[in-house]
């Protein structure tokens, strides 16, 4: 697989740490979020006060769909509900970063592909999905070390990736705030 699929256009250190005006200033008008990992930590419901005030900023000029792998639907509602945001739980076979979900969330968002950066924590399931869609995108650095098992199956072959794109000067420097 090409490398520069994995090359996420930002590196930043945490969700609240994103930008918002620079992203508006480039053109995103929508953003698709990551539930695990980059708004709450695996199984949580409980967002960080920065976070939450972030995301609340966020929800008054972007519009925002979380795409999740979860099987836990009523959790991803209840957080969406929470933000009033759309929210897409991709739990069967097309999930990220299968094409399908972002699809459905640019669909939902009723949002050009060029108008919209994907946040998320994986470079696997997030980043490549959303290189192979068009999108922004934007890899932050996973709140906590808990996770799924495959995910952290994901996390060796993420290492690999990181590793070429460091030596080839493909990844850009991180973002702290």
Known sequence: MRLELFKPDEVVASLELVDQDALYQRGIRNLIIDLDNTI????????????????????????????????FGQ???RIADRLGVERLAVWHFDRKPRRYGFGKALRLLKARHQETAMIGDQLVADILGARRMGLYCIWVSPISSEEFFVTKLARIIERIY????????????????
Do not use: D, M, Y
């Open 40 to 71: 709450v930590a695996w199984r949580s419901e409980e967002i960080e006060p920065k976070r939450l005030a972030w995301l609340q900023r966020a929800a008054e000029r972007f519009g925002i769909c979380i795409l999740s792998n979860t099987i």
């Open 75 to 77: 959790r991803l509602n």
């Open 162 to 177: 990181t590793k070429r794109l460091h030596q080839r000067g493909l990844l850009p420097e991180v973002q702290n705030g």
